[in-house]
Nanobody, 119 residues
Framework: QVQLVESGGGLVQAGGSQRLSCAAH????????MGWYRQAPGKQRELVAR???????NYADSVKGRFTISRDNAKNTVYLQMDSLKPEDTAVYYC?????????????WGQGTQVTVSS
């Protein structure tokens, strides 16, 4: 079993910054992809950013140049540095991890953390 523990989030003014972190715990053999998704009220969950094991990254167009994803493989932790936040970034942010456990591929989600950007 894999447990994802998220931290960070909260209320911030437009133009401000926040940092989210997500640590994966369990008997994990390897983690392939770590990422962050978000879901705003009335909208579908969408990819924000993801980072592969080799460090390659993908970002949603809406956050390019403002958000930075990184990971610490030794700690099985992924970070999302969010700068120049906008009110439209307000959403619940979910950590997503694709891993290999006892030879089986699995995908896990964090519990979600609220990010609210005030104008």
């Amino acid at each position: 079993q894999v447990q994802l523990v998220e931290s960070g989030g909260g209320l911030v003014q437009a133009g401000g910054s926040q940092r989210l972190s997500c640590a994966a715990h369990g008997r994990i053999f390897s983690i392939n992809v770590m990422g962050w998704y978000r879901q705003a009220p009335g909208k579908q969950r969408e990819l924000v950013a993801r980072i592969n094991k080799d460090g390659s990254t993908n970002y949603a167009d809406s956050v390019k140049g403002r958000f930075t994803i990184s990971r610490d493989n030794a700690k099985n932790t992924v970070y999302l540095q969010m700068d120049s936040l906008k009110p439209e970034d307000t959403a619940v942010y979910y950590c997503n991890v694709k891993s290999l456990v006892f030879g089986l591929r699995r995908e896990d989600w964090g519990q979600g953390t609220q990010v609210t950007v005030s104008s």
